[in-house]
């Protein structure tokens, strides 16, 4: 599989298979092909790993794409202003990712569900395990960091976009009362300790809804 990613701020990757090869998705997540790639839906792994996709805010089946006869050409479109990364997943290569934030990959990555729960607040995430390349889109401009042992990032909790799989995540309370209800930072922060690659960006789609609901009418 060859691919390239063009089109920034609004991004789309081209992937060009060989006959046989397969790609993976989401429903709804195609956006262009040649007559030849054949797809079939499937819960990809049972209905233990669809179950564990939808807690991670995916749909229960997957998509498999596969180049029948010859090349194929599949290309996949991000849905937000922001940018596609391509990740080499492998053992020792997992990467935990905003949930939805999974476009695709090839058919040896395996999608499963990372959830981190303290304090009464559910942080739900997507781990992208086995091998192969895996594309996926994050919201606005990424910055990113690579934290020694030990080290520490307090992260807004929307504005994780990935970290290597090394890395441990924690939930904790804003501290003090006033903080929480006035300080307008939400009551939870995501505390992110290294070993690990962390990537961040700067226009959660979460946020970009929050700026635009009171400009939006309401029902009457």
Partial sequence: ?????????????????????????????????????????????????????MLSGDSIFQNRYTAQGGQGLIAFASSFPGSIRAFDIGPGRELVVQKSGFLASEAGVQLSVFFQKKLGSGFIMQKLSGRGIAFTEFDGHIVEYDLDPGESLVVDTGYLAAMDATCSMDIQAVPGLKNMVFGGEGIFNTIITGPGHVYLQTMPISQVAGVLRPFMPTAK
């Fill in 1 to 53: 599989m060859e691919y390239q990613i063009e089109g920034a701020p609004l991004p789309v990757v081209i992937c060009q298979l060989e006959a046989g090869e397969t790609m993976l998705t989401e429903r709804g997540r195609m956006s262009w092909m040649t007559p030849n790639m054949k797809m079939e839906t499937s819960t990809n792994g049972g209905l233990g790993k669809a179950f564990g996709r």
